[in-house]
């Protein structure tokens, strides 16, 4: 079974640092790409950006980019979704989700991150 | 990129059909067969329910359709269930190893 697995809830305060994880399993990683998605509290689905694992080639929405970096180690079968300065607006639930082309299949649980002072 | 636009709701009885609606431009929905839809239920992750405008990924129900016509795209479910009722995302390429959302759609079995 295919299966994306993330790391836990976090409470971090502004201008900490933070790394969440989304690991494989089902699959040899470094066949599909792996997306990031943001959904603030109440509101919808947001496209971060992607990670090829084969060789950690990104692409990010113009949204997002220099805000957040996507990182991926194959030898563990992780991607990660990493802020170096949190802010309150960060504060949302993140999703990992297997591109196996032009659309997003399976998804992680959720990581939910909560910035506050 | 902007984000495609949705309706805010839509509802029908159980059995009826309802149609939900996503609109974009000629660089996204319109411009590539890449039109893909999202369940997704309170608290929990969403659920890929069509790929590629209107291709069903296995375990699905036929119920559950999919459509396009220039830059609107459309996901139809047929004999609505109780069961049906979440909330609804479209999702477009737009180009540039892109991708953008819809804002969503609340579906309510009545």
């Known amino acids: ?117 | 990129q902007s984000a495609l636009t949705q309706p805010p709701s839509a509802s029908g009885s159980p059995g009826q059909s309802v149609t939900i609606s996503c609109t974009g431009t000629s660089s996204d929905v319109g411009g590539y067969n890449y039109v893909s839809w999202y369940q997704q239920n309170p608290g929990k992750a969403p659920k890929l329910m069509i790929y590629e405008v209107s291709k069903r990924p296995s375990g699905v129900p036929d119920r559950f359709s999919g459509s396009k016509s220039g830059n609107t795209a459309s996901l139809t479910v047929s004999g609505l269930q109780d069961e049906d009722e979440a909330d609804y995302y479209c999702s477009s390429y737009v180009g540039s190893n892109n991708w953008v959302f819809g804002g969503g759609t609340k579906l309510t079995v009545l």
Not at chain 1, 63 to 89: C, R
Request: with cysteine; aromatic share 14%; glycine share 8%.
């Open chain 1, 1 to 117: 079974e295919v299966q994306l697995v993330q790391s836990g809830a976090e409470v971090k305060k502004p201008g900490e640092s933070l790394r969440i994880s989304c690991q494989a399993s089902g699959y040899r990683f470094i066949t599909y790409w792996i997306t990031w998605v943001r959904q603030m509290p109440g509101k919808g689905l947001e496209w971060i950006g992607r990670i090829d694992p084969s060789d950690s080639y990104t692409n990010y929405s113009p949204s997002f980019q220099g805000h957040v970096t996507i990182s991926a180690d194959k030898s563990i079968s992780t991607a990660y979704l990493q802020w170096s300065s949190l802010k309150a607006s960060d504060t949302a639930m993140y999703y990992c989700v297997r591109q196996p082309y032009n659309w997003f299949d399976p998804w992680g649980q959720g990581t939910l991150v909560t910035v506050s002072s």
